[in-house]
């Protein structure tokens, strides 16, 4: 918890790099922060990271403030301001000035191309995320149960995705999972 | 390059950096259970700073480009509407409720993360975000499966690189966007030979 210029430094530097590779946005590169904090520097265990992960879910705003959990428990208040900064501001900057020439390239073929290419890659890159996250939080038949009926109950019907989370929370509370 | 705006909004004013920041802010207020249809009503219904066309291009491009989609969406229409500065208006509009709401999901974390009770409630929660996940993947991978072309195999590549062999995101992208993207340029000359 305590925040010297090292690791301040190590988080802004990674999660800078991870947002300019996250193709798809923030789901994209779950296994990547889950690679890089618990895997490589044993900035938490896996069980931090999944409740980490079911918070950012579970809390208002954008799925992305998982960083702000993450610098957080890495280095406080200002690991938790580095890390949001990291993967918030770089892609920020570039997404302003794409957003000024994309419009004029609509037709290009090589447009075209890349964006033909690049959707696949980052479908696959939140499918890892799923492949991860369910790894990592289901370990018996009733969370694998959870798990299974989340996904249904998103996919076919329209229900707010917060009635399944305070569902699946009370469903732990009573200690059924 | 300081001018606002190549494509000016349609019928209203354009909004003051003010309007930007408070717009957005907002939206993070509402914004439970997702931003975007805050978004889109507040833009292009309520106040008309832009088209419905505009905004759906918009979004294709922020879906696509790297980084937190919704906060790169903030920058691109700050940006329209203002500049750089109208940019920097919008994002942090935007980031500051999110920002203080998970600072203090984690100071309530770290403190009473061990607590019985939370931990119940957390591993019933964890599975259910998991399968929010992999809903979302289905329904965005399900149009890929339906036409022949190398699509399917791209995606099912890259998740089993990353999710199952967990290789380095970096080293993945090096290989797979230059593949996949020299595929979809040679198919794309193939059909207009």
Redesign the interface.
Known sequence: ?KADGDILLTLAVQFA???????????A?V??MH?QAV?LRGWMNER?F????????????????LV??IG??VAG?AG?VVT?LA??G???????F???T??RFRDR??R???????????????????????G???HNWA??I???????V??WSRW???W??A??????????? | ?SKPS??PPPASAIPTHAELFLAFFKI?LS???G?LPWTRRMFVEENRWMTAQEFN??YA????????????????F???MRG?TG?AAA?SGF?I???C???A???L??RY?NVE?VR??????????????????????KP?FRSFG???F???????????M?W???LV?IV??PL??????WM??KETA
């Open positions: 918890m790099v991870m947002s300019l590779l996250a193709l798809g946005g923030a789901n590169v296994p990547e690679r895997e931090e999944t409740d980490m992960f079911a918070i950012s879910q579970a809390a208002p705003g954008p799925n992305v403030m702000t959990l957080y428990h208040f938790a949001t993967m918030c770089p892609t920020a900057v570039l997404a302003h794409l957003g000024r994309w419009d073929p090589w075209v191309a890349v964006q033909a290419g690049v959707v696949p890659i980052s479908v696959g890159l939140v499918g890892a995320s799923a492949i991860v996250l369910t990592a939080a289901v969370a694998a959870i798990t299974v009926t989340t996904a249904a998103a996919y707010n995705p917060l399944l989370i569902m699946a929370g009370m469903a732990g509370l009573s200690g059924l999972v | 390059m190549t494509l993070t914004g439970f259970g931003t291009d918009i491009l922020c879906q696509f480009l790297p980084g937190p989609n919704i906060v790169n969406l903030t920058s691109v700050g940006s329209r750089p940019a994002w980031l409720v999110p920002f709401v998970m600072l999901a984690a100071m974390y770290e993360g009770a119940h409630v957390l591993s019933g929660v964890a599975p259910a975000a998991a399968g929010l996940i992999i809903a979302t993947v289905v329904k965005m991978a890929m190398p699509a399917p791209v995606l099912l590549g890259t998740a089993v690189a990353i999710g199952l967990r380095p995101l970096l992208l797979m966007a996949s993207i020299g595929i979809a340029w794309r000359s």
